[in-house]
Nanobody, 115 residues
Framework: QVQLVESGGGLVQPGGSLRLSCAASESIFKLIDMGWYRQAPGNQRELVAR???????NYVDSVKGRFTISRDIAKNTVYLQMNALKPEDTAVYYCNARMKGSEYWGQGTQVTVSS
């Protein structure tokens, strides 16, 4: 069982920045990868960004060039740096971790982009 604890959401104006954190209870090297998903009201949950144990990253097209996923191996923590935020980025953001045969989710953190 992997526990994921998220932090860093909040209210920000358009064009602003936020950094989300997700601390895992297991070593990142025991995981296939970790990622961030988001779900806006009325929408399906979508993958935002993912980083593998080897450090390979991928992003949904709508956040490329604005969001950066990174990790701190010593802290078993993954970050999502979000810059140039837009109102359409408003959603609940969920941390996700995958091990062989298992998948885990954080509790979610609200990100609201509004003036």
């Amino acid at each position: 069982q992997v526990q994921l604890v998220e932090s860093g959401g909040g209210l920000v104006q358009p064009g602003g920045s936020l950094r989300l954190s997700c601390a895992a209870s297991e070593s990142i090297f025991k995981l296939i990868d970790m990622g961030w998903y988001r779900q806006a009201p009325g929408n399906q949950r979508e993958l935002v960004a993912r980083i593998t144990w080897a450090g390979t990253t991928n992003y949904v097209d709508s956040v490329k060039g604005r969001f950066t996923i990174s990790r701190d191996i010593a802290k078993n923590t993954v970050y999502l740096q979000m810059n140039a935020l837009k109102p359409e980025d408003t959603a609940v953001y969920y941390c996700n971790a995958r091990m062989k045969g298992s998948e885990y989710w954080g509790q979610g953190t609200q990100v609201t982009v509004s003036s």
